[in-house]
């Protein structure tokens, strides 16, 4: 008798990519590409990604990827071939096992945009709304993170002043070691963002970033060891808008609640979202939380949906501002439960506002 024999699987094929880019280059589907340490995209060069392909960094190495003002960076996937961002070992599902993808632009609209937190030689450019650092679709961003020193940590995706030419949708951050998706000044927009299991913040925005994100969704509940704090975290003059916004807190969570005004100043304008905010087991911050007293003009929610446990719709020093600007809406909703609930249509137990 004869017996077919077992195809013996292709080898991963793989390439290094050390240093700065010095002209425009394409990465392929058909080899994983490996970051040896950072890897730049400076000016006037273009970095593209086909579709299906893998970037991963190199075990200790610090890897992560940099495109600077000018530079850009063309990651189109699709939503059948995805570009994928992680780690050396793919089989990992951990926190912190390389650095991330951080983008510099050129839209820092005011002196709130300060040099990136990592390296203070890396500033944005200054004054162009509508510059464009290219394009992220259908993206996976996984197993991303590492601190460079004290309070210089990389993101899993870090933006600093990029402007609303940018195309940035359709993007998956999973296990990040401290911020899933930061974002410094800049008037970029996003769309369709998910977000699941982080050490820190799940979505920051700082320095006065004024764009849209529209289709957020973000589960605090992590299956990493570490509590991840807040969903959404403000600081700087900020009142971005978010449009289409799902967050679900778990009990978890370590701090900061579901939406957290960090600083004095701080705004924000919510629509058509819901907070399913289920407490957290260090420090009962609520769905709403603030650190500092907010300027209540800066801030408004149409048609938002809370369910929290009795005590926890708003907290923090502003929490009667913040009441204030949620009550005075149009469609909001909330609903104070003793046990954390899904809202899915039952409004028995809530109120609903006009």
Request: glycine residues 12%; negative net charge; hydrophobic residues 35%.
């Amino acid at each position: 008798t004869s017996t077919t024999p077992t195809p013996t699987p292709d080898p991963i094929v793989t390439e290094a990519l050390v240093g700065t880019i010095s002209a425009d280059m394409t990465l392929t589907a058909d080899k994983v590409w490996m970051l040896n340490g950072k890897v730049v995209v400076p000016d006037t060069v273009t970095l593209t990604i086909e579709p299906g392909t893998t970037v991963a960094g190199m075990d200790g190495t610090d890897a992560w990827l940099m495109v600077m003002p000018g530079g850009e960076l063309i990651a189109n996937g699709t939503a059948v071939d995805p570009i994928t961002f992680t780690s050396e070992d793919t089989s990992l599902q951990d926190e912190g096992q390389w650095g991330g993808l951080t983008i510099i632009g050129n839209a820092a609209m005011d002196t709130q945009v300060q040099p990136y937190e990592v390296n203070s030689a890396y500033t944005a450019g200054t004054g162009q709304a509508t510059d464009s650092s290219g394009t992220l679709r259908n993206v996976y961003i996984l197993n991303s993170g590492i601190t460079m020193a004290e309070d210089k940590e990389i993101n899993g995706l870090s933006m600093i002043g990029v402007g609303s030419g940018t195309t940035v949708e359709n993007i998956t951050v999973n296990y990040s070691d401290d911020d899933a998706i930061e974002i410094w000044g800049g008037t970029v927009n996003l769309t369709n963002v998910k977000i699941t299991n982080c050490t820190d913040d799940f979505f920051d925005i700082d320095d006065g970033y004024n764009g849209t994100v529209t289709n957020l969704v973000i589960n605090t509940e992590n299956t990493i060891l570490t509590p991840g704090n807040a969903a959404i975290e403000m600081s700087g003059d900020t009142a971005a808008t978010f449009n289409g916004f799902t967050i679900t807190t778990g009990v978890t969570q370590a701090k900061e609640g579901g939406i957290y005004f960090k600083n004095s100043g701080i705004g924000g304008h919510f629509k058509n979202g819901t907070i399913i905010h289920n407490g957290g087991v260090i420090t009962a911050d609520g769905a709403l939380h603030s650190n500092d007293i907010i300027v209540a003009g800066n801030t408004s929610f149409e048609n938002v949906a809370i369910t929290a446990g009795e005590g926890l719709i708003y907290t923090g020093p502003s929490a009667a501002a913040l009441q204030s600007a949620f009550e005075s809406g149009s469609d909001n909703v909330i609903c104070t439960i003793p046990t954390s609930v899904t809202l899915a249509g039952d409004l028995t137990g809530c109120t609903v506002l006009t």
